[in-house]
């Protein structure tokens, strides 16, 4: 009675179970190959009598014009179970980032005169586009200010019970360590 080779496969050949089981293709080397790579098991050869249920075959490896069931020639297991820790684990695709341009409010005046003056060169011209470029809207400003003095104010308390955290825990230790001496 054998059973099949693939990994948490617990299917045994007995009468009348409805299933065929395919020995491993020595003779062809190549595929034999390809066989052991899809079933991903380390450090285990087949042996002459190793086999392999049909359940980890696909319905067009099998030449069924005949009596009984065989495996086509190219034929090559495709269909496990496997544990979680072989299991290829594929993250999808991240969207390319969206490319961001700052539109400063002066610009569009610029744009216009650029016909009536000389263009300036790149290294005396203002790049609008960095971070530290002042926008002229106060109240983007002020927004910008509360969002950072609340950032800090919650970082402060955070920094705080840490600081809390630590005293405490080291005051343990060191009562632990009087009460062992």
Request: hydrophobic share 30%.
């Amino acid at each position: 009675m054998p059973a099949c080779a693939a990994v948490n496969c617990k299917n045994r050949q007995f009468k009348g179970c409805g299933r065929t089981f395919h020995l491993f293709p020595f003779s062809r080397p190549q595929v034999l190959a390809v066989w052991l790579a899809n079933m991903k098991r380390d450090r285990w050869t087949p042996t002459r009598r190793s086999v392999i249920c049909c359940d980890h075959f696909e319905a067009e490896c099998f030449d069924l014009t005949g009596q009984t069931t065989r495996l086509k020639q190219d034929a090559v297991p495709t269909i496990f179970q496997f544990p979680s820790h072989l299991k290829k684990i594929t993250k999808p695709q991240r969207k390319p980032p969206k490319e961001r341009t700052f539109v400063h409010p002066t610009s569009n005046v610029e744009a216009a005169n650029t016909t009536a003056t000389p263009k300036l060169s790149t290294s005396s011209a203002i790049n609008y586009h960095h971070c530290y470029a002042v926008p002229q809207c106060t109240a983007t400003l002020k927004r910008r200010l509360d969002v950072a003095l609340d950032q800090i104010s919650y970082l402060q308390k955070k920094v705080k019970t840490l600081q809390q955290k630590s005293r405490r825990l080291s005051k343990k230790v060191t009562l632990q360590c009087n009460t062992m001496r």
